[in-house]
């Protein structure tokens, strides 16, 4: 019976394939992975190829803290505006500007 409610839920959305759960969970690692990554070439681009201490590892993961609370408040992160192109950019751009103030 859940297979069948599932399958309905998925039905709507333009590629039935992929799971919001997973689509989800892709998402949000992605996301990370750029914040992260973000930071590494930035302090990789004013130092040089040093090692990174242990207080820029420690702003790494508060920023990626913020990143993710932050899109998740403002709904981001929300299965029925996944596949709404304009929602969804207009989140995403609220999103960075509270993190990057």
Same mark, same amino acid.
């Given at each position: 019976m859940a297979s069948n409610s599932t399958a309905s839920n998925r039905a709507h959305l333009p590629n039935a394939a992929w799971s919001p759960a997973v689509l989800l969970g892709l998402i949000k690692s992605a996301d990370i992975?750029?914040?992260? %990554?973000t930071a590494l070439i930035s302090y990789w681009s004013r130092h040089g190829f040093k090692e990174i201490p242990d207080y820029y590892w420690l702003g790494i993961f508060i920023s990626t803290l913020v990143t993710f609370q932050t899109f998740h408040m403002v709904g981001v992160y929300k299965v029925s505006n996944l596949?709404? *192109?304009?929602?969804? *950019? &207009?989140? =995403?751009?609220? &999103?960075? %500007? =509270?993190? &990057?103030?």
């Open positions: 992975v750029l914040v992260v %990554l596949y709404k *192109l304009a929602t969804q *950019l &207009g989140k =995403l751009t609220a &999103g960075w %500007l =509270l993190v &990057g103030s």
